[in-house]
T-cell receptor
Framework: AQKVTQAQTEISVVEKEDVTLDCVYETRDTTYYLFWYKQPPSGELVFLIRRNSFDEQNEISGRYSWNFQKSTSSFNFTITASQVVDSAVYFCALSKNYGGATNKLIFGTGTLLAVQP | SAVISQKPSRDICQRGTSLTIQCQVDSQVTMMFWYRQQPGQSLTLIATANQGSEATYESGFVIDKFPISRPNLTFSTLTVSNMSPEDSSIYLC??????????FGPGTRLTVT
């Protein structure tokens, strides 16, 4: 069975601090996809990143970076120099690899990040 | 990316009634999904809607309660039938815009009184 665990329910930081959101997953599949989404107070889910299980390279996009380690089944997300606009719920998700494509997503329980000014 | 709209954005409904939620995409997509997010909770998949075939429901969700239509490659509807307060949730439409990317609509906030 597939499962995604986000052990951090809530994190509070002060603006400009760095923060890491943890994601641990379980799957018996050898190939799969991992995702991060942001859900601001407005409720819409914003796609942040997709990672193929074949690709263990870390990725950086501006203040965001992701660390994927298959050995520990983790896909952690770091925000550098956090800003108030980063305040949101962040979801990690897992999808099977269906012939190279994604399918339904299994979501973690989410981490509420509050960035204080 | 795909631009997804949902109608209505929110509604307050009475117990025992039904509500149909519409999902419109600005491009043709093969796979559409309907998720439910109960207050303060994560997202749970209700069903996968493919054009030209019956929707595939996840465990715990049945067609009589959540009938889905997918008449073409840009549109789908989800009906929440015979509603109870436990159905109060955000309902989100999602599409697989390419082989890899999945995007979500803005959601429909449903409150059942």
């Amino acid at each position: 069975a597939q499962k995604v665990t986000q052990a951090q329910t809530e994190i509070s930081v002060v603006e400009k601090e760095d923060v890491t959101l943890d994601c641990v997953y379980e799957t018996r599949d050898t190939t799969y996809y991992l995702f991060w989404y942001k859900q601001p107070p407005s409720g819409e889910l914003v796609f942040l990143i997709r990672r193929n299980s074949f690709d263990e390279q870390n990725e950086i996009s501006g203040r965001y970076s992701w660390n994927f380690q298959k050995s520990t089944s983790s896909f952690n997300f770091t925000i550098t120099a956090s800003q108030v606009v980063d305040s949101a719920v962040y979801f990690c998700a897992l999808s099977k690899n269906y012939g190279g494509a994604t399918n339904k997503l299994i979501f973690g329980t989410g981490t509420l990040l509050a960035v204080q000014p | 990316s795909a631009v997804i709209s949902q109608k209505p954005s929110r509604d307050i409904c009475q117990r025992g009634t039904s509500l149909t939620i519409q999902c419109q995409v600005d491009s043709q997509v093969t796979m559409m999904f309907w998720y439910r997010q109960q207050p303060g909770q994560s997202l749970t998949l209700i069903a996968t809607a493919n054009q030209g075939s019956e929707a595939t429901y996840e465990s715990g969700f049945v067609i009589d309660k959540f009938p889905i239509s997918r008449p073409n490659l840009t549109f789908s509807t989800l009906t929440v039938s015979n509603m109870s307060p436990e159905d109060s949730s955000i309902y989100l439409c999602s599409v697989r815009a390419s082989s890899y990317e999945q995007y979500f609509g803005p959601g429909t906030r449903l409150t059942v009184t």
